[in-house]
């Protein structure tokens, strides 16, 4: 069975701190991976996406993972937060089919 | 990347009421549909997947005679939550892919359910 796991629901960085928040996956079948983001009463905006290809995938807004199938990780990383980045994070995965499958999601908090 | 809106952003009815969502693509043809629910501070929970001019398929525990489905056109899906009542009161967000199979989502605003 697929599933994804985000290690810490809450995170806190100080700005301009590097940001890692950390998600990995179980698949039998090679996995697609995906990290959202949620600011408040809103939907989901793509980061990024792994697919296939290089395994370092760089996202929107300075934001970058990479998929390591030996590890079984797909870790988000920034170099330097910033205020904006405050939101709720989904790593999510897809085998290929219809459904995705959402880790619980980390709460990214920056401190000024 | 692709627009998906949601209509309304929030609402608030009686118990006991039906209140009808809708999810529209408006710049692709979405051949398949999703619907989630979000509790405060909780991931999103898949409901159902939709494909336009078939039944939805509903996941385990999901009520389909509770949560109506109807994806009657390419770039429309409504969920109509009938005789809500309070325990319904969530955040629906909805998804939309073209084609079939893997595809990337593209994910509406969220309505924001509050049943009094």
């Known amino acids: 069975a697929q599933s994804v796991t985000q290690l810490g629901s809450h995170v806190s960085v100080s700005e301009g701190a590097l940001v890692l928040l950390r998600c990995n996956y179980s698949?039998?079948?090679?996995?697609?991976l995906f990290w959202y983001v949620q600011y408040p009463n809103q939907g989901l905006q793509l980061l990024l996406k792994y697919t296939t290809g290089a395994t370092l995938v760089k996202g929107i807004n300075g934001f970058e993972a990479e998929f390591k199938k030996s590890e079984t990780s797909f870790h988000l990383t920034k170099p330097s937060a910033h205020m904006s980045d405050a939101a709720e994070y989904f790593c999510?995965?897809?085998?290929?089919?219809?459904?995705?499958?959402f880790g619980a999601g980390t709460r990214l908090f920056v401190k000024a | 990347g692709a627009v998906v809106s949601q209509h309304p952003s929030r609402v608030i009815c009686k118990s006991g009421t039906s209140v009808k969502i809708e999810c529209r693509s408006l710049?692709?043809?979405?051949?398949?549909m999703f619907w989630y629910r979000q509790f405060p501070k909780k991931s999103l929970m898949l409901m159902a997947t939709?494909?336009?001019?078939?039944?939805?398929?509903?996941e385990q525990g999901v009520e389909k005679d509770k949560f109506l489905i109807n994806h009657a056109s390419l770039t429309l899906s409504t969920l109509t939550v009938t005789s809500a009542h309070p325990e319904d009161s969530s955040f629906y967000i909805c998804?939309?892919?073209?084609?079939?199979?893997?595809?990337?989502?593209?994910f509406g605003p969220g309505t924001r359910l509050t049943v009094l």
């Open positions: 939709s494909n336009e001019g078939s039944k939805a398929t509903y």
């Open positions: 698949s039998s079948v090679p996995p697609y």
């Open positions: 998804s939309a892919q073209q084609g079939l199979g893997y595809n990337e989502q593209f």
């Open positions: 999510a995965l897809n085998t290929g089919g219809f459904k995705t499958i």
């Open positions: 710049d692709f043809q979405a051949t398949t």
